[in-house]
């Protein structure tokens, strides 16, 4: 294969004057891509037509610059609210991926065995569906469920995430594990909302930047841009900003003051703030008493005094218990007699549980001078503003002027109960929902979740293969690598039936998960694995039976959210030109497997689930006896939306702006109901609830230790390692990746060239290493005894604590001659699994390490 470098592409394509060069590198040579007509000399046409970014996350809009159908540059897109015209190294180096010669030109099929290298014959796309429809449906005969469709970054969840999985009565897992579903967890259960932290940076004043990546990634929901943008502009307005990271360089130049806090214990600082801000007298007692679960009577067996199901409360006013919202004064503080037995308020058990959290108690765990603690509890108390209002938008609202910014920092093994720790900083004050205060999401919507998180219930085994509502984890995010795990031991778990076929939909598990031995030995329990990539990735190379060769960025995808917190607007991806070689968009892929399944026509097949998943009714709705093309769908639903042009509208505007979003969808206190209608837990009944189930089937107590009704501090696993593993490893993204398939583009790998080991200058020449040298960093896992070693050079930075070492992720692959050579990956030395994952079934990225020269 071929590698493409900055200096071909530049010289092959920057500038449009040298047609002829340009043509030959974009379409001419026995390697490259199309034939030059007889007439390719004649007049050049030039155009540009709007897309959105596919390498990243947030999908930026972009303005694809076209020569003869052909992108040669890639600039933003000024009218989308997301990005405002700009891009970043990432959007802009994505030109490369369209015309790698790389990529996948024809599907294949494996023909040798599993587990090595692969050897491949080329098939067409009939011969390739039509194998892939006859093992898929072979398994779902049987049993549908043991049909696995794996996904890594879903950019139409829609069409791929709801109406594939729903048309085939597949099972369905995603990578939210190794992302920040900790955090999404644990404020889908305490308020509701389907998200991590991020603050209203037009209000804001104080900003706690926790474990915010704010010079290299993205924080909650967005991938880089927007977010350091309306950071900028806050700064100008005044905005401190608190950084609390065991790492200073990813704030760059942007914090006030920086907490070097030790690795796996946000939730000791959390809880200590929180006993801060009660003692200083700093508590919005409005909030807490109308719109939380804080007055609720607590008895001395942890659940809530209910009267025909309803929770009660102490109305001061009667001096009696009655339902919750029902009180004219309900108290929040106090222990009251009800019918003889004694009952505490929610908030007075809390406020006792954090009363040990003294700043002098956090600062032995945290590494952080108590002082300091003291300090932050004082400023973000001091800003709250409690008992302000702001008019915004013509809508008085409470002004809280404090927020949060926290989201990857979520994967530790106490993520889930850290950032509940960290939602009641904000409660606490009242700024959830606030002007100026923390929210989660962009609207006021409540998620499913929340609903199913007031009652759990425990099942005793068989367990299905992802350990639903089982005694491990009656909150369940769906890790792969628990999944690993279970198919290597099912007995263990009590799982009597794993998946026999996967479906891998742009997700690489062997080059991007921890857990990497496991990850492996379980892929070669499948009996046919398929994958959809542009690619032939790692996982593909030593798994797949067959590969389908997905486009880039030259497809249909979408409704996608390009909103930037403030502005409602929704775009497309549009293709800028069409798919090369044989690939094609995944939306066609599930179009034509489908239609080789026998379940593309029909009331329940995925034609019928489009329709559902878009909200499509007549007369917009699909026939469900045509095969549509993909624009044609889309411009259906462009017009269901009122858009009498259809998708052309997208293709002309390339954005749907429709203004700023209404106070009453954005503020929670001005929803209505207020908040979604969902009371805010503060105090956690079924998750203690849910622990006694897990108590009475049996489950050991690493499964049950956490799930208490209010964040409970104990130190990590990774703290029972040997006191020669000495040092934290904590990992990180750089700007330049986002997701595995950003290591095979050069433009990007020049700028990252090389894996190194961040490492504080007095920490290493106390262990006679020098900057530069080659080491290997040796990880201990607590639990099993077992140690896994890279091998890698150290770079020196004071902007790092001298107990924790750091490496970036997305290096250690080999598939595409791009990334290889570049060094390890640290998750090839992460464990996974007991003791170093959440009580969600999310992984942590953390553990303890020693390092040494090689």
């Known amino acids: 294969m071929d590698t493409v470098t900055r200096r071909g592409f530049v010289g092959g394509a920057a500038a449009t004057t040298g047609v002829v060069a340009g043509r030959d590198f974009l379409f001419g040579g026995s390697e ?23 390498i990243g996350k947030q999908d930026c809009g972009m303005l694809a610059r076209r020569v003869d159908g052909r992108v040669v540059k890639f600039d933003g897109d000024p009218a989308n ?21 790389n990529r996948l030109k024809t599907p294949l099929v494996r023909t040798n065995g599993k587990g090595e290298r692969g050897e491949w014959r080329t098939a067409t796309w009939s011969e390739a569906l039509a194998m892939v429809a006859e093992r898929v449906n072979e398994v779902r005969e049987r049993d549908p469920k043991l049909v696995l469709w794996q996904k890594g970054r879903s950019k139409a969840k829609k069409f791929y995430d709801d109406a594939f999985v ?109 006993n801060g801000l009660i003692e200083n007298g700093v508590v919005d007692v409005d909030y807490l008493t109308t719109y939380t679960n804080a007055p609720y009577l607590v008895g001395d067996d942890g659940m809530f005094l209910r009267v025909d199901d309803l929770p009660q409360v102490w109305d001061s006013a009667s001096d009696t218990a009655v339902p919750a919202g029902e009180a004219s004064e309900p108290a929040l503080e106090g222990t009251f007699e009800v019918e003889g037995t004694t009952y505490t308020t929610g908030f007075t058990v809390f406020k006792e549980h954090v009363a040990p959290s003294t700043p002098e108690w956090a600062a032995d765990i945290c590494g952080i001078p108590a002082a300091q603690i003291r300090s932050i509890v004082r400023e973000f108390g001091e800003n709250a503003s409690i008992g302000s209002t702001k008019v915004i938008d013509g809508v008085e609202v409470p002004y809280r002027p404090v927020g949060i910014m926290a989201y990857h920092m979520a994967q530790q093994e106490l993520g889930f109960q850290a950032l509940r720790a960290m939602t009641m900083i904000n409660m606490l004050v009242g700024a959830v929902g606030a002007a100026g205060g923390t929210f989660s999401d962009f609207t006021w919507k409540i998620d499913k979740n929340y609903e199913a998180f007031e009652q759990f219930t425990v099942e005793d085994p068989p367990y299905d293969f992802l350990l639903k509502n089982s005694k491990y984890f009656p909150i369940n995010t769906g890790f792969p690598g628990m999944l690993a795990k279970v198919m290597l031991d099912p007995e263990r778990y009590g799982v009597e039936e794993v998946p026999e076929v996967a479906i891998l939909h742009m ?86 497997l489908t239609e080789a399944m026998g379940v593309l026509f029909g009331e329940e097949g995925y034609l019928a689930e489009v329709n559902a998943a878009l909200g499509l009714e007549e007369p917009f709705a699909l026939p469900l006896d045509e095969k549509p093309t993909v624009r044609e769908i889309f411009d259906r639903w462009s017009r269901a939306q009122g858009l009498d042009e259809g998708i052309e509208y997208f293709e002309n505007n390339g954005v749907l702006v429709e203004g700023r979003i209404d106070p009453t969808k954005r503020f929670g206190y001005a929803a209505d109901p207020p908040f979604g209608g969902v009371v805010h837990r503060l105090y956690g009944e079924s998750l203690l609830d849910a622990q006694r189930q897990m108590q009475a089937k049996g489950a050991d107590e690493i499964y049950w230790r956490d799930y208490t009704a209010l964040p409970t501090w104990r130190p990590p696993t990774m703290e029972g390692s040997p006191s020669e593993y000495d040092l934290y490893l904590i990992s990180y993204h750089q700007v330049e990746n986002k997701q595995s398939r950003t290591g095979f583009i050069p433009l990007l790998a020049e700028l990252t060239p090389q894996q190194r080991l961040d490492i504080n200058p007095a920490t290493a020449r106390a262990k006679g290493l020098n900057d530069g040298d080659e080491v290997w960093v040796e990880s201990h896992n607590a639990v099993t005894g077992e140690s896994r070693r890279v091998k890698t050079n150290l770079a020196f930075t004071e902007g790092i604590r001298p107990d924790t070492v750091g490496m970036p992720h997305h290096f250690g692959l080999w598939s595409h001659p791009t990334s290889r050579d570049r060094g390890p990956s640290p998750n090839e030395i992460y464990p996974t699994g007991e003791g170093y994952m959440a009580n969600t079934a999310d992984q942590s990225f953390h553990v303890k390490v020693k390092v040494e020269r090689t």
């Open 32 to 54: 490259t891509l199309a034939s030059v007509s007889e007439t390719a000399l004649g007049p050049v046409i030039e155009d540009v037509v709007p897309t959105t970014c596919w």
């Open 81 to 101: 609210p997301r990005n405002v015209g700009t891009l970043c190294p990432k959007g802009q180096a994505q030109i490369v991926s369209i015309y790698d010669p």
């Open 166 to 274: 729903k048309a085939i009565d597949s099972s369905k897992l995603g990578h939210g594990a190794y992302c920040s579903d900790a955090g999404y967890r644990a404020l889908e259960y305490t308020i509701g909302l389907h998200g991590v932290q991020h603050p209203d940076f037009e209000e804001t004043r104080y900003l706690l930047g926790w474990g915010w990546n704010i010079t290299n990634a993205g924080g909650n929901k967005f991938c880089w841009l927007t977010w350091p943008r309306q950071m900028v502009a806050a700064r100008d307005r005044g905005l401190q900003i608190t950084h609390i990271d065991p790492r200073l360089r990813s704030a760059g130049p942007f914090a006030d003051t920086w907490l070097p806090i030790r690795p796996g214990t946000d939730l000791a600082l959390a809880l200590a703030m929180c």
């Open 507 to 592: 997700v690489n598990p062997l080059g991007s998960f921890p857990g990497q031995p496991e990850i492996i030995e379980s892929y070669k329990k499948f009996e046919f694995v398929t994958v959809i990539s542009p690619w032939l990735n790692e996982t593909a190379d030593y798994f797949a039976d067959v590969v389908l060769p997905a486009a880039t960025i030259e497809k249909y995808e979408g409704p996608i959210s390009a909103t930037d917190q403030y502005i409602d607007a929704t775009t497309l991806r549009l293709p800028p030109m069409e798919p090369l070689f044989e690939s094609r968009g995944e939306i066609d892929i599930y179009l034509d």
